[in-house]
């Protein structure tokens, strides 16, 4: 072989190899993503059916169930709009208590009730996730829209 044709080659491999460690850090980031999903979409049926996402919103009054002699706990969270139940198995955080923000990493299971793998509630009384200020905030414009609030049924129906 020629030096022209060896260094041709030694690039072509270079490029290569290039393009397969691209499409494999790629597709590494794919599947780590976590999508963000509000809670009157998980409640409507438009969430990641294969893949945990996030939820966040506020937990509402008087619905957290403890389990004795157990880690189990129940809570149901909402957007201003609709509400999901929340499962969690674990420790729960310092801060986390009911009308208090949270943000709950998992996935749905086919009883309608999510199921968290992690729980995170805000660290102070100023701060709250970007992502769940920004939909609360949303869902509060819509809310002093609508004359009357939404019920279970209508909310699944919008």
């Given at each position: ?27 590494a980031v794919g599947d780590n993503m976590m999508f ?55 420790v729960l955080p310092d801060l ?63």
């Amino acid at each position: 072989m020629k030096p022209r044709q060896q260094r041709m080659l030694a690039v072509g491999l270079t490029l290569a190899g290039l393009a397969v460690a691209a499409a494999l850090a790629f597709r590494a980031v794919g599947d780590n993503m976590m999508f963000f999903v509000e809670i009157s979409d998980v409640v409507a049926g438009n969430y990641p059916e294969n893949r945990n996402f996030r939820i966040g919103g506020l937990v509402v009054n008087d619905s957290v169930k403890r389990e004795l002699d157990s880690l189990e706990i129940n809570f149901r969270v909402t957007d201003t709009r609709c509400e999901l139940p929340v499962a969690y198995s674990g420790v729960l955080p310092d801060l986390f208590r009911e009308g208090q923000g949270v943000v709950a990493h998992g996935r749905l299971g086919g009883d309608g009730i999510f199921k968290a793998e992690k729980i995170m509630a805000k660290h102070d009384e100023e701060y709250m996730a970007p992502e769940v200020a920004e939909q609360l905030a949303k869902h509060a414009a819509d809310k002093m829209e609508a004359v009357a609030s939404l019920s279970p049924e209508e909310c699944r129906q919008s």
